[in-house]
């Protein structure tokens, strides 16, 4: 089994930045990639941005990628995502995800995800 947990989400005002962390623990030996999804109230489920973890080869969406940084830590499994100049659209609960291989559809699409993390809400005021 992996679990996932992800920490850092908040309140913040609209030009802030803010850094997520989701720490992988169990059979990390499992993992393929290690990834980000956003939900927003009353949208689909989004990639956002991550890493296939061995090779450490990053991964970015359309939505966020000129406005985000990813980053991880190989020996404790931790993936990070800062996040800057925070818009109210930001708003949503991040998830981290994990897959055990590599896509079936070439692309990183939620419903190929193999574990989730329960999420972090983000609330971004103007």
């Known amino acids: 089994q992996v679990q996932l947990l992800e920490s850092g989400g908040g309140l913040l005002q609209a030009g802030n930045s803010l850094r997520l962390s989701c720490a992988a623990s169990?059979?990390?030996?499992?993992?393929?990639?290690l990834l980000w999804f956003r939900q927003a109230p009353g949208k689909e489920r989004e990639f956002v941005a991550g890493f296939t973890w061995m090779v450490g080869m990053p991964y970015y969406g359309d939505t966020l990628k000129d406005r985000l940084t990813i980053s991880r830590t190989t020996g404790n499994y931790t993936m990070y995502l800062q996040m800057n100049n925070l818009k109210p659209t930001d708003t949503a609960v991040y998830y981290c995800a994990a897959i055990f291989g590599f896509p079936p559809g070439r692309t990183w699409s939620a419903k190929d995800m193999d574990v989730w993390g329960k999420g972090t809400l983000v609330t971004v005021s103007s």
């Open positions: 169990g059979d990390t030996r499992r993992v393929y990639a």
